[in-house]
């Protein structure tokens, strides 16, 4: 289906163009398109990768609750992938089984590596596995982090929006202003001078 895309967007650059030089930027239009294409992410990816990011404070909580209630690693993983379910839940039970199989800390808690934001989660449980420090509280601090980072982006984006939304009313405002206040009394004043 890309590559339908992409050779659909070349031959329309060239039907566009209409003249001999129309080839070669149609190949380049075909190869910037397909270019474009790979590069966009599918939707379904995107929405697990969302979800993931938007229940890893809650997984973390979830995990530093199962530890302090006394829980082995390996069952709190599997005990919260239960509890989440959706792609956290999924990395998480693999984390469990991992640990369950006898794998090393690094490479069980590499499931959750492409999550963005649980590379803190994964260094503080290999530190915690490596110096058996309490991975717990390290946890609940990291919900608090990543609650706290969550917050800052939805205010940022927030601010965004509010200047995003000035530029379509400036946009449509000004001209009208323009058209509407000072045309008439730059006509006027022309017209008393002349």
């Known amino acids: 289906m890309r590559l339908f895309i992409a050779a659909a967007a070349g031959l329309a650059v060239v039907a566009v163009i209409g003249r001999w030089w129309a080839v070669p930027v ?3 239009a ?11 992410e599918p939707a379904a990816v995107r929405a697990a990768r969302l979800r993931a ?21 390996d069952r709190a993983a599997v005990a919260v992938a239960d509890a989440l379910g959706g792609p956290l839940g999924e990395r998480l039970d693999r984390v469990g089984r991992s640990l369950r199989l006898g794998a090393e800390p ?29 991975l717990a509280r390290a946890l ?12 800052v982006a939805v205010e940022a984006a927030a601010h965004r929006a509010g200047v995003l939304i000035v530029l379509p009313l400036g ?4 001209p009208a202003f323009v058209l509407a206040g000072l045309v008439p009394v730059v006509v006027a004043v022309v017209g008393d001078v002349l």
């Not at 990011?53 to 690693?73: H, I, K, Q, S, W």
């Not at 490479?107 to 999550?115: I, N």
């Not at 946009?171 to 000004?174: D, E, K, P, T």
């Open 26 to 28: 149609g190949v380049a």
């Open 30 to 40: 075909s190869i910037g398109a397909d270019q474009f294409l790979r590069r966009r």
């Open 53 to 73: 990011v938007a229940d890893l404070p809650l997984g973390a909580d979830l995990l530093a609750a199962v530890l302090r209630a006394g829980a082995p690693v």
């Open 106 to 134: 690094p490479e069980a808690w590499a499931h959750l590596a492409d999550v963005p934001g649980a590379d803190r989660l994964v260094a503080a449980a290999v530190r915690s596995s490596a110096s058996g420090g309490a």
């Open 140 to 151: 609940t601090r990291l919900a608090d982090d990543l609650r706290g980072d969550r917050s």
């Open 171 to 174: 946009l449509c405002f000004l």
